[in-house]
T-cell receptor
Framework: EPEVTQTPSHQVTQMGQEVILRCVPISNHLYFYWYRQILGQKVEFLVSFYNNEISEKSEIFDDQFSVERPDGSNFTLKIRSTKLEDSAMYFC????????????FGPGTRLLVL | DQQVKQNSPSLSVQEGRISILNCDYTNSMFDYFLWYKKYPAEGPTFLISISSIKDKNEDGRFTVFLNKSAKHLSLHIVPSQPGDSAVYFCAGYDKVIFGPGTSLSVIP
């Protein structure tokens, strides 16, 4: 069964450093998403991406964040200058050909900013 | 701004009994609702969904009920199994807005 994969599974970084989180969505999916879950809190939407551009973003997704689909398979989330409060589990998701199709989530990347 | 609420942070149920997980929402624009299950250190896994034009959707042991007038939905799991022990998230679809989750423990 196809699945969404994410790398790395864990990332530790110093405050102020840039991080890139990588995702490989399910191959025939057209919609891509990033979510995050701060420890003990709920899963929060960050951004959705379709047709090589951001279709929607939350207020969390400020200028420090960017997304990219550099090739036909990867979908990346970049945090330019990490802050302590960026420490969270980051989930990538993808869905098929219609915006309302079920989103399938990756296993997540645990980011720890020191 | 809690558009999706799950007021029970945890629930314990005996194996074989029914688990009922509740969810309330405030956003009338949601036209689709989803339940996800999440195990520790894993991403959410889609469980079942319901369109706002329906009031019930069933898939095996899982049934979701939607009461639009009350802005309430519930997930019924029957019979509950120990493997069902996980955190369950209700989500409304405008963009996907998750509730805070209910941790279900099924006791053998």
């Amino acid at each position: 069964e196809p699945e969404v994969t994410q790398t790395p599974s864990h990332q530790v970084t110093q405050m102020g450093q840039e991080v890139i989180l990588r995702c490989v969505p399910i191959s025939n999916h057209l919609y891509f998403y990033w979510y995050r879950q701060i420890l003990g809190q709920k899963v929060e939407f960050l951004v959705s991406f379709y047709n090589n551009e951001i279709s929607e973003k939350s207020e969390i997704f400020d200028d420090q964040f960017s997304v990219e689909r550099p090739d036909g398979s990867n979908f990346t989330l970049k945090i330019r200058s990490t802050k302590l409060e960026d420490s969270a589990m980051y989930f990538c998701a993808s869905s098929g050909r219609r915006i309302q199709e079920t989103q399938y989530f990756g296993p997540g990347t645990r980011l720890l900013v020191l | 701004d809690q558009q999706v609420k799950q007021n029970s942070p945890s629930l314990s149920v005996q194996e074989g009994r029914i688990s009922i997980l509740n969810c309330d929402y405030t956003n009338s624009m949601f036209d689709y609702f989803l339940w996800y299950k999440k195990y520790p250190a894993e991403g959410p896994t889609f469980l079942i969904s319901i369109s706002s034009i329906k009031d019930k959707n069933e898939d095996g042991r899982f049934t979701v009920f939607l009461n639009k007038s009350a802005k309430h939905l519930s997930l019924h799991i029957v019979p509950s199994q120990p493997g069902d022990s996980a955190v369950y998230f209700c989500a409304g679809y405008d963009k996907v807005i998750f509730g805070p989750g209910t941790s279900l423990s099924v006791i053998p």
